[in-house]
C-alpha cells in the first residue's frame, strides 16, 4: 500500500493529501455545503480511505515506498459557511420515506460521524458561518476546533420537530449532559462566545485566513506526540466512556494499557530518544 493509492473519487468533497495530512474540505458552496446523500457517501468513502492509511493504524510512519502515512486530518468547508446541515431536498425525501428508507438513512450518516469521530488522525475543523444539524455533529466529532468570530452553531433539528439523535453520542461526549440536553431542546443558534465557554470549540479567531495559520502550529505541535499514543488516545478514552466494572478493575485495565503501549515499537522509541536525549523518530526535524 502506498498513500495515494486510489484515492475516492469526489465532486461534492476535495481531498488534498500534504505529506502526512489530509485536507478535507466540503464543497457545496452554493448550497452553504449542505449534506446531501451523495456528499454524505463521499466523506464516508474519504473519511474510510485515509483512515486506513494513518500512521497510527499501520504502526508505521512510512509505507514501503518512504511515502509518509497519515498523521492528521483538517476538515473545512469552502464559502461563507462550514455546513448548513442537510440539504432541504434529503429532508423533503425523509417525509415520503418508508421507515426502513429512512433507517438506512440514518444509518448512513451514524456511518458518517463515527467516521470522523473514531478517525485514528488527529483531526481538526476549521469552522466560519453556521454549523448546523448535521453540520454541528461534524464539528463536535473532531478532536480540536478553530471557530471564526461569525459563527452560529446550533442543533437545531427541534426547530422540524426532531431531535440530533443520530449526532447526539458525539455532541453529548463533547459538551457534556446539561449543555447538550439544553441545545437540544433550544435547537437555536449559539455565537462564537458562548461555543468556546461549553466547550464546543477549542479558540475563536477573526477570519479563515487566521484559523488556517492557527492549524499550522496545532499541527506542528501534533506532529510532536507520537503518532500510535494519538490513535491509541481515542481508544483509551473510549474505554472509560464505556466502563462498567470495579474501580480496582478499572485500575488493571490501566496498567494493562499502559505495559502494552511502553513494549511497543513506539514506546521504546520514546523512551530511548529520552534517554539518550535525541529526537524521536517522529518528531519532525524542523519541529
Known sequence: MTTMDSPPQTTHVTLHIEGDRANISLNRPEKFNALNVAMITELIDVFEWTAERSAGRQEALHDANGAPFLRTLVLSGEGKHFCAGADINMMRDAGANTPEENRADSERLDRLFNGLWAHPCFTVAVVQGVALGG???????????VATANVR????????????????????RRLGPAAFRRLAMQASRIQAEEALRIGFVESVVDDVATAHVEVESIVAEVLTTGPSAVTLAKELTLGFDRWTGTDEALREWTL??????????????????????????????DA
Not at 136 to 145: E, F, S, W, Y
Not at 153 to 172: D, H, N, Q, T, W
Not at 258 to 268: A, F, I, L, V
Request: proline content about 8%.
Open 135 to 145: 453540520g454541528a455533529g461534524l464539528t463536535a466529532c473532531c478532536d480540536h476546533v
Open 153 to 172: 452553531i446550533a442543533l437545531s433539528e427541534g426547530k422540524l420537530g426532531i431531535l440530533p439523535a443520530v449526532i447526539g453520542p458525539y455532541v453529548y
Open 256 to 285: 494493562d494499557f499502559t505495559s502494552r503501549m511502553r513494549g511497543s515499537k513506539e514506546g521504546q522509541e520514546g523512551l530511548s530518544s529520552f534517554l539518550e536525549k535525541r529526537p524521536p523518530n517522529w518528531k519532525p526535524e
